[in-house]
């Protein structure tokens, strides 16, 4: 599979919404009706007087009054990840979504609108950043609030597991705007598991393949791929693709499964008369 808008964005060749539109037209055949009507609902903001009568922060504090209520977006009900809440397409149809998904949204009608939202590759889930007069602001994509300073640390603070002693500890670097790359890998990432979550295998293969166009050779989407063409019932392709994990990460704790795996599938049978 060629995927030729994935493969190039380490030198960020095209906008990061052109590319997650695309993928979403992998997907879904009527993908660019919804995006349509998107923009057009964009387009209808503009008439909004509270809206365009706004500048600088309060124009951002409009917007998400404007994105959240008029428009109805807002965080998937339910806990379980679905294709439907990451996909941008679905979303706009469901009106529900992923952070990532609505941060995704959110970060276009800015655009839309004369505003610049910097997407945060924060942990938990990503944040908003918003930079006005030598001050930031940062918006929780799951509801549209502007978060403080110390609310954004100590969201930090509650992502991070305590117990790990190898974590990193607080700092604003952390709050710089993330680049294309990151930002694509980790939507296609929640792409795939939500397909593997649906078990609609041959979606996740595609999705995988796409990460593997920004991560080629990554023995992590290997693996993945190799389960995927497992459950597809291509043992015969996935032993490859397991082979190649277990030679390169050996010290990874699946690798010890994968190897009596490999070993199970290759040992001759007796078969007793």
Known sequence: MQFSYLEHVDHELLPTI????????????DSDHYVSSFYQQLNALKDNTDLADKA????LRELCKQFYFQLGFSTAPE?????KRVLLDRA???????????????????????????LIDFPGYPLLR???????????????????DQQVQERFEDAIDEDDEENESFSWEVLEAAEQKIIIVRYLSELKHAFISERRFAD???AVHMLLAVLPDDPYEIR???????ELDCNHVAVDDYQYFVEQCPDDPSAQLLRLQLENWTTPQTVLH
């Not at 052109?18 to 055949?29: A, H, L, P, T």
């Not at 001050?135 to 502007?146: A, I, M, Q, R």
């Not at 993945?224 to 497992?230: A, T």
């Open 56 to 59: 600088g922060v309060e124009r």
């Open 18 to 29: 052109e590319i997650v539109w695309e993928v979403g037209r992998v997907f879904n055949s």
């Open 224 to 230: 993945d791929r190799g389960y995927i063409l497992e």
């Open 79 to 83: 806990p379980l990840l679905t294709s």
């Open 92 to 118: 706009i149809r469901l009106r529900t979504g992923e952070p990532l998904t609505l941060a995704l949204l959110l970060q276009e009608a800015a655009s839309y609108h004369g505003l610049v939202l910097e």
């Open 204 to 206: 996740a293969l595609t």
């Open 130 to 148: 918003f930079d006005h007069e030598q001050c930031s602001y940062f918006v929780d994509p799951s509801s549209g609030d502007l978060l403080l």
